[in-house]
């Protein structure tokens, strides 16, 4: 509890800083140069195409296709159970029919794993924002 206070404060007094450093170097009583005057008026650019909308219709018929794997315009059960199948064997690591917590979880350990760049078994605050599930967040850095 007391290291998440100091971390907390640490956060707060470089952010204090950050923008004490950004006020002293902003310009002061100096005259901001008035902007350029437009230059004549651009012939107008044509409108962008629209892509075609997709009805709701249209969707579900791509989805029907996309199950429909003989074309014989029927889902069978197996047709319909292919992908969830495919997504249970990708997770059941040692094809015993049966998914423990470790192969569950087995990304989550593999992401911890790699993030522990000290290998201490224990995540700095840098270490775990390179955790976070969005598409910005920073590789680990080891």
Do not use: H
């Amino acid at each position: 509890m007391a290291l998440r206070r100091w971390l907390l404060l640490g956060v707060v007094g470089l952010l204090a800083l950050a923008a004490i450093l950004g006020w002293m170097r902003s310009p002061r009583n100096e005259e901001i140069p008035a902007p350029p005057p437009p230059a004549a008026d651009p012939a107008p650019l044509p409108p962008a195409p629209k892509a075609p909308e997709v009805t709701p219709e249209e969707r579900e018929a791509r989805r029907f296709a996309r199950n429909d794997r003989d074309d014989n315009g029927l889902v069978t059960q197996e047709e319909y159970l292919r992908p969830r199948r495919s997504s249970f064997q990708r997770m059941d690591a040692d094809g015993d029919g049966l998914i423990n917590f470790e192969e569950y979880s087995v990304k989550q350990t593999d992401r911890f794993t790699a993030s522990d760049c000290d290998a201490s078994g224990g995540l700095t605050a840098e270490e775990f924002a390179s955790t976070a599930t969005r598409r910005d967040a920073p590789e680990p850095d080891c």
